[in-house]
DNA sequence: CGGTTGATTGAGTATTCTCAAGAGGAGTGG
DNA sequence: CCACTCCTCTTGAGAATACTCAATCAACCG
């Protein structure tokens, strides 16, 4: 099942129908400056650029399962991917929300720890797992640039826990949705106040995996705060913020909270 | 308030009563095997004791403040502390428990993300920040490590965001303990089958801090599950499982259930 | 022997879940 | 173009889990 880095020029199919090919170049990766390669100059990019290859994925198409063998590490390039953990009555929790430049794959560890599915059309920069740990080892830049990530991986995965223990289901909502928000700025580059637009990339139920809700509450809750004028909905994914500070005041966080501290 | 490293022969008391010195060596350490420093060797961890000393706190004093700058980085040696985040009602959600060779501080960052408490008495190798972050940079054999542990802390973030988010109380309860039983097997490198003794490390309510619960529910499924006799109780904090495996059951986590799958 | 802290227990409440029905949209085929 | 299906989402009613408030208990300490 090993796959090799492929150098040709003609767009190929593995067995699962995916895309995947090797003459996309870094100098016009989108992700180039905030990926797990951001650090690397000159010659680490060009050893990057030799164990890599692409791979894309449909909406709804898992990219692995937990307990599966994975030859492979990758960064997100575009879409968007879920990491969920699953109890054996089949209750979900997602546990990684993986957004362009984002890092999935553990190295040094050979089976998948959780399960990953595509839940936009999703692009995957892949590096070869076992020539990618050695680089681990000997460009500084690399591994540097992945424990960065990694810290502020958990950083996130913290900030989550204490909405998963702590909010109400309101508040779960509205911090969501602020989430999206500032990824979504920080992507596009946009500001973060008045009038905020944004899509949602998950479905009710994705949205109740994230926040440890069932997705009744989660369609009650977002219905909630369009009655309050907190949010305005355009079909089930298209959401407008009319007033950002007022969607922040909901979310139960300190900081930002609208008035000066 | 920077703390310089103390080459004394007696040991010295800081502002706040905490007992530090710099004269015990890494022969004798009891994490050396297992702490950040555990793949460095020779010159390397020479340069590491000259910039290490010790702190000591006891039970229930914080070791810094959320916000606070923070011009060190530490490992546990003995003892247990606490990792706060706090909503500015007072909810308070538990998203760091750290035991013996555990890694507290972010090497990069000088302001202090969550507070952090000690437990019981509490032991710290600290590093100076500054030098510690050029010999992240230049010594493979630390960031190496510091990696692998902190991928390690992530993964236990997400089970811990399963366990937040989608066990009941009575699951969490049962989850927590063995998940107590099982570091404490670690540490004494003792069986995990059978009849097991613990001390819980915490009052019901940093229980419950760390479980996203009430104190009164943490109180109520841990008598549900004595009455039961899945678990005995002498004291509030000493516990015996009588059968591990019983526990786990309850513990609704798929894999070794008890039977073979 | 009061005072304090941590833990237990009870009664009533509230938030969230469960189960169930139905609405709205997109795609398919006659 | 319409009926039909599938999927996602919404909404309702009742149930259950966990929370809140309050009283009591036990251990420890001055």
Redesign the pocket.
């Given at each position: 099942m090993t796959m090799s880095a492929q150098s040709l020029t003609q767009i190929k199919r593995n067995e699962a129908g995916n895309l995947f090919s090797g003459i996309e170049g870094c100098d016009s990766c989108p992700i180039r400056h905030r990926a797990v390669c951001s650090l690397c100059v000159g010659d680490e990019l060009a050893a990057l650029e030799r164990i890599k290859f692409y791979r894309s994925f449909e909406p709804?198409q898992p990219i692995v399962w937990g307990g599966d063998r994975m030859d492979f590490v990758a960064s997100v390039v575009s879409g968007v991917a879920c990491l969920s953990q699953r109890l054996e009555d089949g209750?979900t929790q997602m546990v990684g929300l993986l957004l362009p430049s984002d890092f999935m794959g553990r190295p040094g560890r050979d089976v998948v720890a959780y399960d990953a599915v595509a839940t936009t059309k999703v692009k995957l920069c892949c590096f070869r797992r076992q020539p990618f740990e050695e680089m681990i080892r000997k460009v500084p830049h690399l591994s540097q640039r992945l424990l960065e990530m990694t810290m502020d991986e958990l950083d996130a995965a913290r900030e989550w826990m204490l909405l998963l223990g702590r909010?109400?289901?309101?508040?779960?909502i509205a911090s969501f949705i602020a989430i999206i928000a500032r990824r979504q700025a920080a992507i596009d580059a946009g500001p973060l106040n008045g009038r905020i637009t944004l899509e949602?990339p998950?479905?009710?139920?994705?949205?109740?995996d994230y926040l440890?809700?069932?997705?009744?509450?989660?369609?009650?809750?977002?219905?909630a705060l369009?009655r309050e004028g907190i949010l305005e909905?355009s079909?089930?994914?298209h959401v407008v913020l009319p007033e950002f500070a007022r969607l922040l005041q909901e979310a139960g966080d300190d900081s930002d909270g609208g008035w000066i501290s």
């Open positions: 709804g209750r909010k109400t289901a309101r508040e779960k949602l998950l479905t009710r139920e994705a949205m109740a440890g809700l069932t997705l009744e509450t989660v369609s009650r809750q977002i219905n369009k909905l079909g089930k994914r």
